[in-house]
């Protein structure tokens, strides 16, 4: 009788909340090109970080700065506002800062 082995699932870790969870339930944003967008297919080029989709991570200061951290770049205003209204629409929520 042949064993079936379990399909391993990739985990990766949010910058922000450092809660460790299956690849499919965080958010992978890109740094690429001098800017910094959300990358909902998980393979655009570039150095990238993962985020929680629901925002639990804390207030968005800790947020734009693990991210800043985590990328090795500086989030701009106008790709922070971005940022912030794709996760708030992912969330459910629709909120932005």
Do not use: F, N
Request: hydrophobic share 35%.
């Amino acid at each position: 009788m042949e064993m079936v082995r379990p399909r391993h699932v990739p985990h990766r870790t949010c910058v922000v909340c450092k809660k460790r969870a299956p690849k499919r339930e965080l958010v992978r944003v890109v740094a690429s090109g001098g800017r910094v967008s959300l990358d909902p297919s998980g393979r655009a080029s570039g150095r990238g970080a993962y985020v929680c989709r629901d925002d639990e991570g804390g207030e968005a200061r800790a947020m734009r700065a693990s991210l800043a951290r985590a990328l090795r770049t500086e989030v701009a205003d106008g790709d922070w506002k971005d940022l912030k209204e794709s996760l708030g629409v992912m969330a459910g929520t629709g909120q932005s800062e």
